[in-house]
């Protein structure tokens, strides 16, 4: 029903910058937000940033002030620039939809099969 599909991901060192993209296709009319969760390995996954179609963002406390979750005019393409990286964002980045009120940082229904970030030290 929706189709999402990252990219941008990669290997960089503390400090550098990335920046993620998600396609959005199929049946998206719906969609009250869009976000971005994350997963290390043996860590659940936890929401780093969400878009609302009326432009209001959240982000987790521990990027704050670091990423900026952004959409296209059309609202079928997803971004999340990631400065100043640490370690700890080393994870499984995972582009999400929500079709309901909810809250964006907790919930999605569907969901990308990820892209993988990676910050060395």
């Known amino acids: 029903q929706v189709q999402l599909v990252e990219s941008g991901g990669g290997s960089v060192q503390a400090g550098g910058s990335l920046r993620l993209a998600c396609a959005a296709s199929?049946?998206?009319?719906?969609?009250?937000?869009m976000g971005w969760f994350r997963q290390a390995p043996g860590k659940g996954r936890e929401g780093v940033a969400a878009?609302?179609?009326?432009?209001?963002?959240n982000y987790a406390d521990s990027v704050k002030g670091r990423f900026t979750i952004s959409q296209d005019n059309a609202k079928t393409t997803l971004y999340l620039q990631m400065d100043s990286l640490k370690p700890e964002d080393t994870a499984m980045y995972y582009c999400?939809?929500?079709?309901?009120?909810?809250?964006?940082?907790?919930?999605?229904?569907?969901w990308g099969q990820g892209t993988q970030v990676t910050v060395s030290s």
């Open positions: 999400t939809t929500l079709h309901r009120v909810g809250y964006c940082l907790d919930e999605y229904n569907y």
């Open positions: 199929g049946y998206t009319h719906s969609t009250y937000c």
């Open positions: 878009i609302r179609r009326d432009g209001t963002t």
